[in-house]
């Protein structure tokens, strides 16, 4: 049965601010496996489908904690955790803790720029290496949308949206992209999902997704690409003109 650690968030020593709280899913490991192993996969899927921009304020994870959800000793937690710190998922403070880190809206832009030049070589390699299926699946993403706006379900569409992005870059076959893009993936998918919601961007959004879907259909090398690359580029240039929280 899986179970939910809270984590706790902490203002800096210089403004009190209030406490937030953080949910990561996790539950106990099988201890089949290299049980470091295990803590690293099931942390590091935890602080992906956390939303870790929900506030301003330093989201602090606890090792005790951790340890007792996952029902392991500290140490394949603790070495887990260095994994992820080498990865640039955490960082640890020496006598204060251990700190998700959250990128500044320079960074975040960066990524998302980053982002468009990889899922557009991916939409580029799509349409000479996925089979009709596969591709026809991206369409049949958004058929719950088609009575209604994707502002009526902005949940389930921020859902679909991300797992469109990440069925392109599947869809490329390639090996490589996926695994470069995998480390900026938890932060361009936590500033999609909290971006979808505003300013009109679901509905603008579900048109640029089908345009990309018609273009895959056709084999259409160069428009998948040039509208794959524009439709991340829009955000980037969203997030830079909206989003000085991030900073």
């Known amino acids: 049965m899986s179970s939910e650690l809270q984590t706790e968030t902490v203002a800096t020593p210089a403004v009190a601010l209030p406490v937030a709280s953080l949910t990561l899913a996790l ?12 803590a690293y996969a099931m942390l590091r899927q935890a602080i992906a489908d956390a939303d870790i921009y929900q506030s301003r304020e330093e989201i602090r994870l606890d090792e005790r904690v951790l340890s007792e959800t996952l029902g392991v000793s ?8 260095t994994l992820l710190e080498q990865e ?11 700190y998700i880190v959250r990128k500044s ?7 998302i720029q980053m ?3 990889l899922e557009s070589m991916a939409a580029r390699l799509a349409t000479q290496n996925a089979t009709d299926a596969e591709i026809a699946r991206l369409r049949h993403m958004f058929d719950h949308f088609r009575d209604a706006t994707p502002a009526e379900h902005i949940a389930e569409y921020s859902d679909a949206n991300i797992a469109f992005h990440q069925a392109i870059v599947e869809l490329s076959k390639s090996q490589i992209i996926l695994d470069t893009i995998k480390n900026i993936f938890i932060h361009v998918r936590a500033i999609r999902r ?7 961007r679901a ?14 259909e056709q084999r259409d090398t160069e428009l998948a690409e040039r509208l794959t690359r524009q439709h991340s580029l829009d955000l980037a ?3 830079e003109a909206n989003c000085d929280f991030l900073d």
């Open 27 to 38: 539950q106990p490991i099988n201890a089949t496996a290299s049980l470091r192993d295990q």
């Open 74 to 81: 500290r140490t394949p937690v603790r070495e887990a955790m």
């Open 88 to 98: 640039g998922f955490l960082r640890m403070v020496p006598r204060r803790g251990i």
């Open 105 to 111: 809206k320079r960074e975040i832009v960066e990524m």
């Open 115 to 117: 982002w468009a030049a």
């Open 194 to 200: 909290m971006t979808i919601s505003q300013s009109d």
């Open 203 to 216: 509905s603008r959004s579900i048109v640029d997704h089908l345009r990309i879907i018609e273009a895959l």
């Open 237 to 239: 240039a969203f997030v």
